[in-house]
Protein backbone atom coordinates (compact mmCIF):
# COMPACT_ATOMS: atom_id res chain seq x y z
CA UNK A 1 0.00 0.00 0.00
CA UNK A 2 1.21 3.64 -0.67
CA UNK A 3 0.76 6.67 1.88
CA UNK A 4 0.74 9.98 -0.11
CA UNK A 5 1.97 12.43 2.03
CA UNK A 6 2.24 16.50 2.47
CA UNK A 7 5.06 18.65 3.76
CA UNK A 8 4.52 22.19 4.62
CA UNK A 9 6.64 25.59 4.31
CA UNK A 10 4.34 27.66 6.76
CA UNK A 11 5.06 31.01 7.87
CA UNK A 12 5.66 32.60 11.27
CA UNK A 13 4.75 36.21 10.35
CA UNK A 14 1.98 38.13 12.68
CA UNK A 15 -1.37 37.25 11.98
CA UNK A 16 -4.21 40.19 12.58
CA UNK A 17 -6.79 37.29 13.56
CA UNK A 18 -7.28 33.47 15.12
CA UNK A 19 -9.52 33.43 11.45
CA UNK A 20 -6.30 34.54 9.70
CA UNK A 21 -4.05 31.12 11.36
CA UNK A 22 -7.12 28.62 10.95
CA UNK A 23 -7.42 29.53 7.69
CA UNK A 24 -4.18 28.98 6.20
CA UNK A 25 -3.71 26.05 7.95
CA UNK A 26 -7.10 24.89 5.95
CA UNK A 27 -5.67 25.95 3.26
CA UNK A 28 -2.78 23.99 3.59
CA UNK A 29 -5.00 20.76 4.28
CA UNK A 30 -7.05 21.77 1.13
CA UNK A 31 -4.42 21.66 -1.47
CA UNK A 32 -3.20 18.59 0.14
CA UNK A 33 -6.40 16.87 -0.47
CA UNK A 34 -6.42 17.91 -3.55
CA UNK A 35 -3.17 15.61 -4.53
CA UNK A 36 -5.13 13.10 -2.43
CA UNK A 37 -2.86 13.32 0.75
CA UNK A 38 -3.45 10.89 3.53
CA UNK A 39 -1.28 12.80 6.03
CA UNK A 40 0.09 16.60 6.44
CA UNK A 41 3.06 17.43 8.49
CA UNK A 42 3.67 21.21 9.43
CA UNK A 43 6.17 22.94 11.19
CA UNK A 44 8.40 22.92 14.51
CA UNK A 45 6.69 25.92 16.30
CA UNK A 46 4.25 27.07 13.68
CA UNK A 47 1.72 27.68 16.24
CA UNK A 48 3.73 30.29 17.55
CA UNK A 49 2.52 32.97 15.38
CA UNK A 50 -1.14 31.99 17.17
CA UNK A 51 -0.22 31.41 20.58
CA UNK A 52 1.46 34.96 20.50
CA UNK A 53 -1.74 36.11 18.76
CA UNK A 54 -3.64 35.16 21.80
CA UNK A 55 -1.25 36.04 24.56
CA UNK A 56 -2.09 39.81 22.73
CA UNK A 57 -5.68 39.44 22.98
CA UNK A 58 -5.71 38.00 26.72
CA UNK A 59 -3.86 40.67 28.02
CA UNK A 60 -0.70 38.96 27.95
CA UNK A 61 0.56 41.75 25.07
CA UNK A 62 3.01 43.85 27.10
CA UNK A 63 5.23 40.64 28.21
CA UNK A 64 8.82 39.16 27.11
CA UNK A 65 8.92 36.94 24.23
CA UNK A 66 9.86 33.94 27.25
CA UNK A 67 6.97 35.01 29.34
CA UNK A 68 4.17 34.80 26.90
CA UNK A 69 5.77 31.07 26.25
CA UNK A 70 4.81 30.36 29.82
CA UNK A 71 1.40 31.33 29.19
CA UNK A 72 1.44 28.46 26.47
CA UNK A 73 -0.59 26.15 28.77
CA UNK A 74 -3.95 28.81 28.84
CA UNK A 75 -4.57 27.60 24.94
CA UNK A 76 -3.48 24.13 24.76
CA UNK A 77 -6.64 22.86 25.27
CA UNK A 78 -8.01 25.01 21.97
CA UNK A 79 -4.75 23.79 20.23
CA UNK A 80 -5.86 20.55 20.47
CA UNK A 81 -9.46 20.93 19.98
CA UNK A 82 -9.03 23.11 16.94
CA UNK A 83 -6.68 20.10 15.29
CA UNK A 84 -9.03 17.36 16.26
CA UNK A 85 -12.26 19.15 14.11
CA UNK A 86 -9.80 19.76 11.08
CA UNK A 87 -8.87 16.06 11.04
CA UNK A 88 -12.38 14.71 11.60
CA UNK A 89 -13.47 17.07 9.08
CA UNK A 90 -10.88 16.79 5.80
CA UNK A 91 -10.76 12.88 6.82
CA UNK A 92 -6.69 13.16 7.10
CA UNK A 93 -4.27 12.75 9.04
CA UNK A 94 -2.13 16.11 10.71
CA UNK A 95 0.99 15.92 12.45
CA UNK A 96 0.43 19.21 14.16
CA UNK A 97 4.12 20.70 14.08
CA UNK A 98 4.77 21.73 17.70
CA UNK A 99 3.47 23.34 20.38
CA UNK A 100 5.27 24.45 24.12
CA UNK A 101 3.50 22.33 26.99
CA UNK A 102 4.64 23.61 30.72
CA UNK A 103 4.90 20.32 32.55
CA UNK A 104 2.26 19.94 35.10
CA UNK A 105 4.75 18.15 37.89
CA UNK A 106 6.78 19.90 39.76
CA UNK A 107 9.64 20.26 37.40
CA UNK A 108 7.13 22.49 35.54
CA UNK A 109 9.97 22.98 32.74
CA UNK A 110 8.64 23.77 28.80
CA UNK A 111 9.07 20.77 26.28
CA UNK A 112 8.53 21.20 22.57
CA UNK A 113 5.78 18.81 21.52
CA UNK A 114 4.66 17.10 18.50
CA UNK A 115 0.54 16.19 18.62
CA UNK A 116 -0.44 13.11 15.74
CA UNK A 117 -4.26 13.80 14.57
CA UNK A 118 -5.08 10.64 13.28
CA UNK A 119 -9.07 10.41 12.03
CA UNK A 120 -8.16 6.40 11.81
CA UNK A 121 -7.94 6.26 15.72
CA UNK A 122 -9.97 9.14 17.03
CA UNK A 123 -13.00 7.35 15.48
CA UNK A 124 -12.27 4.45 17.76
CA UNK A 125 -11.65 6.52 21.02
CA UNK A 126 -13.09 9.19 23.13
CA UNK A 127 -9.47 11.06 22.78
CA UNK A 128 -8.64 14.39 20.96
CA UNK A 129 -5.30 13.37 19.92
CA UNK A 130 -3.91 9.94 18.95
CA UNK A 131 -0.06 10.37 19.11
CA UNK A 132 2.75 12.82 20.52
CA UNK A 133 6.43 12.87 20.58
CA UNK A 134 8.45 15.39 22.47
CA UNK A 135 11.77 16.92 21.02
CA UNK A 136 15.00 15.71 23.18
CA UNK A 137 17.84 17.39 22.17
CA UNK A 138 17.66 20.96 22.31
CA UNK A 139 19.94 23.62 20.42
CA UNK A 140 21.49 26.25 22.63
CA UNK A 141 18.95 29.06 21.82
CA UNK A 142 16.19 26.64 23.05
CA UNK A 143 18.03 25.47 26.43
CA UNK A 144 19.37 28.80 27.17
CA UNK A 145 17.76 31.27 25.61
CA UNK A 146 14.07 30.12 25.64
CA UNK A 147 14.60 27.72 28.39
CA UNK A 148 12.45 24.62 26.70
CA UNK A 149 13.80 21.13 27.86
CA UNK A 150 14.18 18.35 26.73
CA UNK A 151 11.05 16.06 27.18
CA UNK A 152 9.67 12.11 27.74
CA UNK A 153 12.90 9.84 26.76
CA UNK A 154 10.32 7.49 25.25
CA UNK A 155 11.17 7.27 21.10
CA UNK A 156 8.74 5.43 19.35
CA UNK A 157 6.11 5.36 16.48
CA UNK A 158 2.77 5.32 15.31
CA UNK A 159 0.75 3.53 12.67
CA UNK A 160 -0.82 5.25 9.70
CA UNK A 161 -1.64 3.08 6.22
CA UNK A 162 0.48 0.36 7.42
CA UNK A 163 3.35 2.22 7.49
CA UNK A 164 6.13 2.57 10.47
CA UNK A 165 6.48 6.45 11.41
CA UNK A 166 8.40 8.34 13.44
CA UNK A 167 9.21 11.64 14.36
CA UNK A 168 12.55 13.36 14.95
CA UNK A 169 11.85 16.97 15.37
CA UNK A 170 14.79 19.56 13.98
CA UNK A 171 17.61 19.12 16.05
CA UNK A 172 16.45 15.51 16.87
CA UNK A 173 17.54 14.04 13.39
CA UNK A 174 21.02 15.45 13.64
CA UNK A 175 21.62 12.40 16.13
CA UNK A 176 21.93 8.96 14.46
CA UNK A 177 21.71 8.01 18.02
CA UNK A 178 18.39 8.88 18.51
CA UNK A 179 17.26 7.96 15.12
CA UNK A 180 18.67 4.29 15.92
CA UNK A 181 15.39 3.73 18.04
CA UNK A 182 13.57 3.60 14.77
CA UNK A 183 15.98 1.31 13.18
CA UNK A 184 15.17 -1.33 15.83
CA UNK A 185 11.81 -1.14 15.20
CA UNK A 186 11.92 -1.04 11.12
CA UNK A 187 10.63 2.56 11.29
CA UNK A 188 9.44 3.73 7.57
CA UNK A 189 9.26 7.15 7.38
CA UNK A 190 10.74 9.59 9.38
CA UNK A 191 8.52 12.88 9.94
CA UNK A 192 11.08 16.13 10.68
CA UNK A 193 8.90 19.39 11.25
CA UNK A 194 11.79 21.85 11.90
CA UNK A 195 12.54 25.74 12.38
CA UNK A 196 15.81 26.75 11.18
CA UNK A 197 16.93 30.77 11.88
CA UNK A 198 19.85 31.13 8.89
CA UNK A 199 20.38 29.03 6.08
CA UNK A 200 23.41 27.10 7.40
CA UNK A 201 20.99 25.43 9.84
CA UNK A 202 18.45 24.69 7.39
CA UNK A 203 21.36 22.41 5.70
CA UNK A 204 22.51 21.12 8.63
CA UNK A 205 18.86 19.36 9.34
CA UNK A 206 18.54 18.49 5.70
CA UNK A 207 21.84 17.01 5.53
CA UNK A 208 20.97 14.88 8.67
CA UNK A 209 17.44 13.92 6.93
CA UNK A 210 18.94 12.39 3.96
CA UNK A 211 21.70 11.05 5.93
CA UNK A 212 18.88 8.96 7.86
CA UNK A 213 17.05 8.31 4.68
CA UNK A 214 20.93 6.51 3.75
CA UNK A 215 21.66 5.27 6.92
CA UNK A 216 18.15 3.84 8.08
CA UNK A 217 16.36 2.88 4.38
CA UNK A 218 13.87 5.14 5.23
CA UNK A 219 11.79 8.18 3.88
CA UNK A 220 12.20 10.98 5.65
CA UNK A 221 9.52 14.06 5.38
CA UNK A 222 10.53 17.63 6.49
CA UNK A 223 9.07 20.70 6.65
CA UNK A 224 9.93 23.92 7.42
CA UNK A 225 9.18 27.53 8.76
CA UNK A 226 9.36 30.23 6.23
CA UNK A 227 9.16 34.48 7.24
CA UNK A 228 9.13 35.86 10.59
CA UNK A 229 7.07 38.22 13.55
CA UNK A 230 8.69 41.14 13.37
CA UNK A 231 7.70 42.23 16.96
CA UNK A 232 10.12 39.25 18.06
CA UNK A 233 13.61 39.42 17.61
CA UNK A 234 13.82 35.68 18.86
CA UNK A 235 11.85 34.64 15.93
CA UNK A 236 11.74 37.20 12.99
CA UNK A 237 13.84 35.51 10.68
CA UNK A 238 13.53 31.87 9.11
CA UNK A 239 15.01 30.00 6.03
CA UNK A 240 12.92 27.15 4.90
CA UNK A 241 12.23 24.53 2.40
CA UNK A 242 9.99 21.85 2.52
CA UNK A 243 11.55 18.24 1.28
CA UNK A 244 10.16 14.63 0.90
CA UNK A 245 13.57 12.44 0.81
CA UNK A 246 14.00 8.46 -0.32
CA UNK A 247 17.24 6.32 0.21
CA UNK A 248 19.85 6.33 -2.90
CA UNK A 249 19.35 3.74 -4.84
CA UNK A 250 18.42 1.34 -7.81
CA UNK A 251 14.29 2.83 -8.63
CA UNK A 252 14.60 6.19 -6.28
CA UNK A 253 15.94 9.59 -7.44
CA UNK A 254 19.52 9.35 -8.07
CA UNK A 255 19.86 12.55 -5.12
CA UNK A 256 17.27 11.04 -3.16
CA UNK A 257 15.20 14.01 -3.57
CA UNK A 258 11.37 12.86 -3.97
CA UNK A 259 9.75 16.44 -3.91
CA UNK A 260 10.37 19.86 -2.76
CA UNK A 261 8.49 22.92 -1.89
CA UNK A 262 9.25 26.52 -3.32
CA UNK A 263 12.24 27.83 -1.08
CA UNK A 264 11.00 30.07 1.57
CA UNK A 265 7.40 30.57 -0.05
CA UNK A 266 4.36 29.08 2.16
CA UNK A 267 2.70 26.68 0.79
CA UNK A 268 2.76 22.43 0.09
CA UNK A 269 4.59 19.57 -1.18
CA UNK A 270 3.27 16.18 -2.13
CA UNK A 271 4.51 12.89 -3.20
CA UNK A 272 3.47 9.05 -3.10
CA UNK A 273 5.35 7.12 -0.20
CA UNK A 274 5.91 3.39 -1.93
CA UNK A 275 6.13 0.82 1.01
CA UNK A 276 6.73 -2.32 -1.26
CA UNK A 277 9.74 -0.34 -2.98
CA UNK A 278 11.18 -0.03 0.24
CA UNK A 279 10.78 -3.30 1.18
CA UNK A 280 12.15 -4.36 -2.19
CA UNK A 281 15.61 -2.23 -1.05
CA UNK A 282 15.66 -3.27 2.31
CA UNK A 283 16.14 -6.87 0.84
CA UNK A 284 17.96 -6.56 -2.50
CA UNK A 285 19.22 -2.86 -2.49
CA UNK A 286 22.56 -1.92 -3.71
CA UNK A 287 23.42 -2.06 -0.21
CA UNK A 288 21.97 -3.07 3.06
CA UNK A 289 22.06 -0.52 5.69
CA UNK A 290 19.21 -1.36 7.51
CA UNK A 291 20.22 -5.29 7.88
CA UNK A 292 23.94 -3.61 8.62
CA UNK A 293 22.53 -1.52 11.45
CA UNK A 294 20.45 -4.11 13.16
CA UNK A 295 23.40 -6.40 13.00
CA UNK A 296 25.64 -3.71 14.94
Keep these: MDLIISTTQFSLNAISSQDEFWNRVEICILKSKVKSADCILFPEYFSLSWLLFKCRISGYGNLSFLEQLQKANEFHDEFI ?27 KKIVNRCYVFNPEDLKQTNQKFSFYQDKLNMTRFEDEVWKIKGGSPDITHFMLKGFKIGIAICYDIEFPSYCAEFVKDKVEVILVPSCTEDIHGYWRVRYCAQARCIENQTYVVMSSIVGGHKDFPEINVHHGQGGIYTPCDIGYPPGGILELGEENIEGVAVAKLGRKQLEHIRKNGTVLNLRDNLAN
Design 81 to 107: NNFFELTMKHNICIVAGTYPVIMTDSS
